[in-house]
């Protein structure tokens, strides 16, 4: 008798109790309202409608299905949301997704172009909800991944387009309660070598760097490549940037937040809640060029901020105040006839790329050759720092945000003249006899390349700028 109380209440329970009604996919003549949402075949991820505690806003999203509290990946209608929770997503017979009030009033739209036969909207196990054709499931019509949030998922990119500047990258929310498009923008520069990039309007925020071959050179993790495939990939039409998980088993979200500081988070096995793994900016030499022109920050220094070797305080007074906006200037001008010095720097964060140049194919010996022939280049480093380094990026005029970082980093050449050069070294007369026998060796390869340029292989340095190069992990 016990037993069939149970039973009863049980189903008196199931009954009068509201629950979400699950989907798998959706073809046009069905929706999803309310209280109904759409699962990835492996459960990881959910979509639906939502709201923010009390608010009436209503918005259709996509969100971690077993994660408490609820951890959002992408916002379909961020700025536009409904006043209540009347919203319903409808797909057309075209394959266009269609946000409508109770009034059947557009809210928002996928505006897919593509023709299509059958179409049908899924969640992907990756958390990207796509409309694809069902005759043809690799004809993917539209999908979530090509319109960023404020999150990077593993197999996402962000995209500048090279031919019309557009860019697609991420967008922070207003605030923690407010999705709406914030102040900041994640996003790739394509000025001089392609760097990654967080602008608050037209201001230059926090610069996560130039690609090294394995990461964005201003992140101080070693480790992350080691967790992560990342890639950077340049072609004729577009640059893009994003990753993929080695470990398929961890869980991870890179994301930027409404204050403009990136973050990257890893899902606890114990806890099942995240766990901050990175961060920036982490402190205040990550603040963009807070040293000014010509000098180093290092967080570990008291005073951070510190002239490059070569060059000193603009003005003495304000750098003795701790003012640093008017950075450094050289102690000894360059002496533009071949014979300035390059002094090594290493763990560097490289300095802003926007006026810089690369090339490919050039290996680091190459790169100095030709660094020193040109007056207004100042500083090179290796394009690639990957199998004992390749390439060449050069610098040219003043160096800015210049970083001592805490681990990783790379190996800065800048140059000073010879006399500066050969101070620092410590060693005059050695120097100078160096720079002498290098002095020649430029004038020997000069000449044999005027007097026998047949016989001088100077593709071999390939003079050229690698844009049409694809620089991929």
Known sequence: MDSIKVLVYCFLLFHFIPTSNTLETIVPGKSIKDNETLISEDGT??????????????YFGVWYKNISPKTLVWIANRDVPLGNSSGVLNLTDKGTLLIVDSKQVMIWSSNTSKEVTKPSLQLLD?????VKDETDQDNILWQSFDLPGDTLLPG???????????????????????????L????????????????KGDTLFFRIGSWNGRILSGIPSETLYKAFNFSFVITEKEISYGYELLNKSIVSRYLVSSTGQIARYMLSDQTNS??????GPADSCDNYAICGANSNCDIDNSPVCECLEGFVPKSQTHWSSQNWSDGCVRKVKLDCDNRDGFLKHTRMKLPDTSKSWFNKSMNLEECEEFCIRNCSCTAYANLDIRDGGSGCLLWFNNLLDVRKLPSGGQDLYIRVADSASASELGSNTLFSFVRFLYWIKLNITFYMFFSF???????????????NSNVSG
Request: aromatic fraction near 20%.
């Open 45 to 58: 991820f959910e979509a639906g409608f939502f709201n923010f505690g009390n608010s009436n806003n209503q």
């Open 126 to 130: 990756s958390g990207n909800l796509v």
């Open 156 to 182: 996402m990119r962000i995209r500048t387009n090279l031919v019309n500047g557009d860019y697609k990258g991420l967008v922070p929310w207003r605030d923690t309660q407010d999705p709406a498009t914030g």
């Open 184 to 199: 900041y923008s994640y996003h790739i520069d394509t000025k001089g070598f392609p760097q990654v990039v967080i602008t």
């Open 274 to 279: 995240w766990q901050l793994f990175f961060v």
């Open 453 to 467: 340029p047949k016989l001088y292989i100077f593709s071999s340095v390939g003079f050229k700028c690698c844009w």
